[in-house]
């Protein structure tokens, strides 16, 4: 049972939208910053959105992320069949002193 | 060009130890926090622990499944991190990455390639 809490798996059609959410407590994402990570099959996982909104250097403006309260959201604009891959959310949490992760979301691009 | 390339890993014994290491280049590494994260077979990512840099006094926190058999380790002369594995058990079966990390905001930003650490009688 992950402390964060994402849906198994999200769908959609190429070149639509998908957002992923990650729901967490004061604890975690209402008082530290989110991260998410990209894990194509097989591969490390990648950086894709730290400090809850930004986008490491030669990550695509197609993926954005946001952050309200004890939530967090992950966009993916112009769905690619390259876009599929598992991808988690991240952070720090003070009462645990610890980094937690979500359990992890299977995108699926129809 | 930041590379991390993880070595020693393998299988060994119920109760057996392991140390794993992390060569760094194309940063500072003097000035890098350093973490380790594991995804066990089919599963998610879990965060083991870090190191900070010897200036924010070299301390570590580890995840309580962990504590006090894995021990985190750096060596700067050697633009080298380790990880140290004792007692271990069957559910520490898992493809173990090292990781650079943005210490402000606790992301990690750069990762190795992954070693695999196979516990098994």
């Known amino acids: 049972q992950s402390v964060l809490t994402q849906p198994p798996s999200v769908s959609a059609a190429s070149g639509q939208k998908v957002t992923i959410s990650c729901s967490g407590s004061?604890?975690?994402?209402?008082?530290?910053?989110v991260s998410w990570y990209q894990q194509l099959p097989g591969t490390a996982p990648k950086l894709l959105i730290y400090d809850n909104t930004k986008r490491p250097s030669g990550i695509p403006d197609r993926f954005s992320g946001s952050k309200s309260g004890t939530s967090a959201t992950l966009g993916i604009s112009g769905l690619q069949t390259g876009d599929e891959a598992d991808y988690y959310c991240?952070?720090?949490?003070?009462?645990?002193?610890?980094?937690?992760f979500g359990g992890g979301t299977k995108l699926t691009v129809l | 060009e930041v590379q991390l390339v993880g070595s020693g890993g393998g299988l060994v014994k119920p109760g057996g130890s392991l140390r794993l290491s992390c060569a760094a280049s194309g940063f500072i590494f003097n000035k890098a926090w350093m973490s380790w994260v594991r995804q066990a077979p089919g599963k998610g990512l879990e965060w083991v622990g870090h190191i900070k840099t010897k200036s924010d006094g070299a301390t570590t926190d580890y995840v309580a499944p962990v504590k006090g058999r894995f021990t985190i380790s750096r060596d700067d002369s050697r633009n080298t991190l380790f990880l140290q594995m004792n007692s271990l058990k069957t559910e520490d079966t898992a493809v173990y990455y090292c990781?650079?990390?943005?210490?402000?905001?606790?992301?990690?930003?750069?990762w190795g390639q992954g070693t695999i650490v196979t516990v098994s009688s």
């Open positions: 991240a952070a720090w949490d003070s009462s645990l002193s610890i980094v937690v």
């Open positions: 004061n604890s975690n994402i209402g008082n530290n910053y």
């Open positions: 990781t650079t990390v943005l210490r402000l905001v606790q992301a990690f930003d750069f």
